[in-house]
């Protein structure tokens, strides 16, 4: 799924990593630990397509199969759940989007504040709108960026038992990174160590 | 046509955020009214409709920079670049959803900004309207790529006026001068050259 | 190798400022109409034609640029904007003695040159705010080489517009007819033109080499800590 070598990145002279090399194949689960502000942000972007590296060879999939959850919920305060995945259902050309952005509203608890802003919700909500957009086009890499910190205790199971979804179509891949790895530790086929 | 349904999926977007915002329309009109009341305290006594009118676009220039500098705030501060680029759209759809809401944002402004200086100052006839319709063309086209760079920087709302005022002294110029065909050309250079450039600049925001 | 290039640029540099100089202060005719004073011409139009060249050769290496993402166009096409600006605030300080000489007036805003470059000097200033306001990386450097772009194709669209703008009563140098001076004055004004596009290259190459030394010295303090 993702072959790495030699893999570097810096913005101008600040170097964030160097020399990484990394083969993840379909449905394992990369675990990345370290401080902040170590450069594990910085990995999961350049993974996910969405910064080039600076050095070093990258097989990725290709990037409508991927899906990524930064710091941030990346979804739009100003509209509602409904608006938002609308929104990316159609940019990700999702046929019958209607039926699966129920689901996955349902699942996650959001379906009776589906036409209410996100700006009204809590972090915890607004991080579960986040999992179901990225979970929205049915991506087989997910990238998550530390998504127990926003997490409410409801959203933190639902996770749980997201990861431990056997029986799909196709498998899935994991990308997380996390200061706190004890949640995930037993589910790791790799492991990534920033210092 | 996916481009285009992607491309109205994003106007739609952006024209919704306004809506539910309510702060970028808004402000256009105060302003350019604002505007057009100091420029009328500005102008002596006797000044020519030319002098006016110069004076019409220079207040509709700045309004247009006020509702420019607004345009991919939502983006920045949620980071949904990320997310809009991970979908695959293509960029300049990005680009073009964004350019035709700050399209409709201008035309809303001028339909308030029009009949003000009309009742302030003196007519506008039909060629000045087809010299601001074809220059909000070149402000939106224009001033959305420059939005999109000015807010992945530091001092945005400084920085954007900077980038965007010298590309707007020749939509000036041919707006004043009512040369409708050189705002043609300006428009589609321009545009083109936006349209292509701007999956560079929000490779790596 | 580079070194040795650098300094027969130089040399030739300096040849060629000196006899330009000598040309315009001893041997090109004085203009009948303007006197002394019209000799500011020599400088004035041939350095605003290197300006052009400064920011021409600037697009091209942001081209280069967004084509590659090799960084050491972004930094090429960010030095040569950089003289660009130099070698423009110059073409606006002898333009404006020139006006002063001729018209007695300091700014002339049916100069088109001059006008031209005002603009320009605005909207390259721009670009250095632009690099200022962004950490360095791949964004800026992309940001950057399509401000450059952006830059070179406003060139002949804002000279087309401040000529529509205006009466154009700015001395005409090159008509169709060919250059409406005598073949003394032409050589000196190639001499000259020739003169400052190689201090445009020299200026480029120096300080090329000094950025690129400070990036080697910068990559080997990090490397150490």
């Known amino acids: ?127 579960r709108l986040g999992l179901c957009r990225v979970l929205l086009h049915e991506p087989s890499l997910l990238l998550l960026d530390e998504p127990y910190n926003a997490l409410d205790q409801q959203g933190a199971e639902l996770l749980d038992s997201i990861f431990d979804e056997r029986d799909l179509d196709k498998p899935r891949t994991w990308v997380v990174a996390t200061h706190e790895p004890q949640r995930v530790e037993r589910r790791a086929t790799e492991r990534l160590a920033f210092a | 046509m996916t481009y285009v349904s992607d491309v109205t999926a994003l106007a739609r977007k952006d024209l919704l955020l306004e809506l539910r915002a309510k702060e970028t329309l808004p402000s256009m009109l105060l302003f350019v009214i604002a505007a057009l009341t100091i420029f009328h305290f500005a102008l002596p006594h006797g000044t020519s409709h030319q002098a006016a009118l110069g004076l019409l676009w220079a207040a509709l220039i700045f309004t247009a920079l006020l509702g420019l500098t607004r345009a991919f705030v939502a983006e920045r501060e949620q980071g949904m670049f990320d997310a809009l680029v991970l979908a695959p759209c293509d960029r300049s759809a990005i680009w073009l959803g964004k350019t035709l809401a700050v399209l409709a944002f201008l035309v809303a402004a001028e339909v308030v900004a029009l009949p003000a200086f009309a009742a302030f100052f003196s007519g506008v006839d039909g060629r000045t309207v087809a010299a601001v319709a074809l220059a909000d063309v070149g402000i939106a086209t224009v001033g959305t790529l420059f939005g999109a760079m000015a807010v992945a920087g530091r001092a945005r709302e400084l920085l954007l006026p900077l980038l965007f005022l010298p590309m707007a002294i020749p939509i000036v110029i041919g707006g004043v001068g009512g040369y409708l065909w050189f705002l043609v050309l300006y428009d589609a250079i321009f545009a083109v050259l936006s349209w292509a450039a701007f999956e560079y600049v929000i490779a790596e925001v | 190798m580079v070194r040795v290039r650098l300094s027969a640029l130089a040399a030739a540099c300096t040849g060629l400022v000196g006899l330009a100089l000598a040309l315009i202060f001893f041997v090109a005719p004085t203009d009948a109409d303007q006197g002394f004073s019209q000799r500011i011409f020599y400088f004035h139009v041939p350095i605003a034609l290197t300006s052009y060249a400064c920011f021409g050769w600037g697009a091209w290496k942001a081209l280069r640029y967004l084509r590659t993402r090799d960084e050491r166009a972004d930094l090429e096409s960010y030095v040569a904007i950089h003289q660009g600006v130099i070698f423009g605030a110059l073409t606006l300080l002898t333009g404006s003695i020139w006006a002063k000489a001729s018209w007695g007036v300091w700014w002339s805003w049916s100069e088109n040159q001059l006008v031209l470059f005002l603009v320009l000097f605005l909207f390259y200033c721009a670009y250095f705010m632009l690099r200022f306001s962004v950490e360095p990386g791949p964004a800026r450097a992309n940001m950057s080489a399509v401000y450059a772009l952006f830059g070179v194709v406003l060139i002949p669209v804002s000279f087309l517009a401040i000529r529509l703008s205006q009466k154009f009563i700015h001395p005409v140098v090159f008509t169709s007819h060919g250059p409406q001076m005598t073949g003394s004055q032409f050589f000196v004004f190639c001499v000259s033109f020739a003169a400052l596009l190689t201090l445009f290259a020299t200026l480029y190459q120096v300080e090329l080499a000094g950025k690129r030394l400070d990036a080697h010295v910068r990559e080997l303090r990090e490397l150490l800590t």
Request: net charge positive; charged share 25%; glycine share 12%.
């Open chain 1, 1 to 127: 799924m993702i072959s790495a070598r030699g893999l570097a990145k810096r913005y101008g002279d600040r170097r964030v990593f160097t020399g990484l090399d990394l083969d993840l194949a379909p449905g394992g689960f990369l675990l990345v630990t370290g401080p902040n502000g170590s450069g594990k942000t910085t990995l999961l972007r350049v993974l996910a397509g969405l910064a080039a590296p600076s050095a070093g060879e990258l097989r990725l999939p290709e990037r409508h199969t991927v899906g990524y959850l930064g710091h941030e919920p990346l979804v739009y305060r100003e509209l509602t759940p409904l608006e938002n995945l609308t929104l990316f259902g159609r940019l990700y050309r999702l046929p019958e989007r209607a039926e699966r952005i129920g689901m996955l509203l349902e699942r996650f608890g959001l379906w009776e504040v589906r036409h209410e802003r996100v700006s009204t919700f809590s972090r915890g909500m607004q991080q």
